[in-house]
Every structure is written in C-alpha cells, then in structure tokens.
C-alpha cells in the first residue's frame, strides 16, 4: 500500500517535470514528426517572455509560432529550414543557442580564451617563483645559541 | 654592459603596462556597462531582422465594407506601417500621436489589426479616430509574424522600394516621433 502511494507521487512529480506549454490540439498526428517539432520548439526563443522556449511559453505569440513550426515540419521542411523560417523573420536572436560564426565567435571563445590566459599567467608566475627561490641561510653559531636560549626561556 | 641596462630597462617598462592591464580593462568594462545601463534603453527591444530588406508580402481583408490591404498599395512611396490592436492599452495611448502623425504628413499611414476581431478593430476605431489611410485584419497574426512582429504596438517605414527601413517596437511617443521616426521619414523622403 505504501509503495503504491509512493509510486503514484513519483509518477506524479515525473508528468509535472515533463510537463510544457503544448496543447493537445497543437499536436501533430505523426509522432515522429511531432517529436521533432518538440525538439525543435525547445531551441526557439519565445520573444515575448524572452528566456523561455516556445516549448514552454504560455504567451500567444509561442502558441502561433509552435502552430507555426508545426505547420512547416508537416508540409516538409527539414529541420534546419524550419528554423531559418523564423530566424529570417526574427533574427539569430530567436535561437536560444547562437550559432557558432564570426560575429559570435567571442561569445563561444572568449571565456576558455581567457581561462588560456590566466593558465599561462599562473604559469609563468609559478615558474619564476621557483627559479628566484633561494635556499634560506643557515643560522650562524651565534644564531643557533641564541634560538636554544629563547626557547628555554619559553619552558 | 650598455645592452644589458637597456633591456632591463624595458623590461620594466614592460612590466609597469603590464601593472595598468587591470585598470584598463577596468575602463573597458565601465564603458561597457555605461552604455547597456543608459537611461531610456530597454534591454528586452530587440533590432527587425528585416531590416534594409523587402517588405513581407501580404494581403489582407478589410474592415467591413471597407477596402483591404496589401503589399501593392506599399510600392512606388515611403509608408507608415503600424500594427495595432483594440485589446492592446499602450495603442491606446500612441493613439493621438498617430491621429497627428496622419494629419501633418504626406506620407501614407497603414493599418495593420494583429489579432482582433474585425467588429472590435472598426469599434476602436470609431471611437478614438481613424489616422489610417486603410487597414488590413491580421486574425491569424501571421502577417505579424512575417513582419517578426513580437508585441503590438509595433511601427515599421518602408521606403519606396518597398524596403523596410526602420522598426519601432512599443507605443510611440512624442520623443520618439521627432527624433526617431521623423528624421529617418525625411532619409527616405517622406
């Protein structure tokens, strides 16, 4: 009985996880082609509520465009045709992967470029260090009886 | 001797621009957030993909009795157009200026109802005024998709050519008329 309960919750937590903005009658027939629609609407930005996918939006405007994309996937453009569909309208923006090319290259490579940089800068800092280190001098007679005299004075 | 002080020299030059890298990139980055935390910019309006390019076709039907509106009635002139809707407040509110807007230039002002009901675009436009010189229903808001419409109100110029060459997204206002609109009306002559 218990394992039932518990099982039932785990269904339940597990259909709210998959849960998304997509209506039953937005859905294509084709599970196939569907699956892709899904795939697809999830990299898509809805740009009314603009860090969440259409996949997820509940605005009007994810509606129209998830129909939308549907809409092309059936009547059969490829994946990457469907997208440039809507980029061509709404920009790269709409992607909520950018592309990797020129103009974003510094997004995709500045950050290991500068983990690169400070590498080398710890590096060479290191490597400095240890060739200007120097053996400390050992204590002079004197020294050491000294040091032997504070210390008993310590005890 | 002598080379060996020049090169220490200038290896401590070096490095004291090494010591300003920090406060440089420091500059570099005031600059940066100066310039995206400007007063009067909105971070979420987005640049018209379709910028310098052709104008979406279209063609839409009217209000009832009236004529309505396609791409054809764009060509051989500058144009206005402006998406709009009766359920949209901030239309609402750029609604006089557009009425004044109509009233001082030459340039023809279109129309374009996103998402409305035929009855609820004519009864908005009883009530508050008509400044366009015709209107076409956009139910479906797939013509607003086509022009990469993301919320309404949304103002685009078109050129002669049939190109669009300005976008405003949200109400306009009367800064933005005079500063924005109205110089890049006059680029294209309007």
Redesign the interface.
């Known amino acids: 009985m218990r394992h039932r309960a518990t099982l039932t919750a785990l269904l339940l937590l597990a259909s709210v996880a998959a849960a998304s903005a997509v209506e039953p009658r937005e859905r294509l027939a084709d599970p196939a082609l569907e699956s892709r629609a899904r795939a697809l609407s999830k990299e898509l930005r809805c740009?009314?509520c603009?860090n969440e996918s259409i996949d997820d939006s509940n605005a009007?405007?994810a509606h129209?465009?998830r129909v939308?994309l549907r809409e092309r996937i059936a009547g059969g453009d490829s994946d990457a045709q469907a997208l440039q569909y809507l980029?061509?309208?709404?920009?790269?923006?709409v992607l909520l992967q950018p592309p990797v090319a020129p103009a974003t290259y510094a997004l995709w490579f500045g950050p290991p470029a500068v983990l690169a940089l400070g590498a080398v800068g710890a590096l060479l800092y290191l490597r400095r260090r240890r060739a200007t280190a120097v053996e400390p001098e050992p204590l002079t007679e004197a020294e050491r009886r000294r040091l032997a005299r504070l210390l008993k004075d310590e005890a | 001797m002598c080379f060996g002080a020049l090169a220490v020299g200038r290896r401590n030059h070096m490095r004291r621009l090494l010591y300003l890298l920090p406060v440089a990139l420091f500059v570099v980055l005031i600059a940066y957030f100066a310039a995206a935390l400007r007063p009067g910019r909105d971070p979420s309006t987005l640049p018209s993909a379709l910028i310098d390019k052709p104008a979406p076709d279209f063609d839409l039907a009217g209000l009832a009795g009236m004529p309505g509106l396609s791409r054809a009635a764009l060509d051989g002139h500058p144009a206005i157009v402006n998406f709009f809707a009766s359920w949209c407040v901030p239309c609402r509110a750029e609604h006089p200026l557009l009425m004044r807007l109509a009233e001082q230039e030459h340039v023809p002002l279109f129309g374009i109802a996103y998402k409305d009901k035929p009855e609820d675009a004519a009864g908005f436009l009883v009530r508050l005024g008509d400044p366009y010189h015709r209107v076409g229903l956009d139910q479906s808001g797939r013509v607003g998709i086509d022009f990469g419409v993301y919320g309404v109100p949304e103002t685009y110029l078109i050129d002669s050519a049939g190109h669009i060459r300005y976008r405003h997204v949200g109400p306009l206002d009367r800064d933005s008329i005079e500063r924005e609109l109205l110089p890049r009306l006059k680029e294209i002559g309007g």
């Not at chain 1, 980029?87 to 923006?93: L, N, P, T």
């Open positions: 740009l009314v603009q009007d405007l129209d465009l939308l980029v061509s309208r709404y920009g790269e923006f």
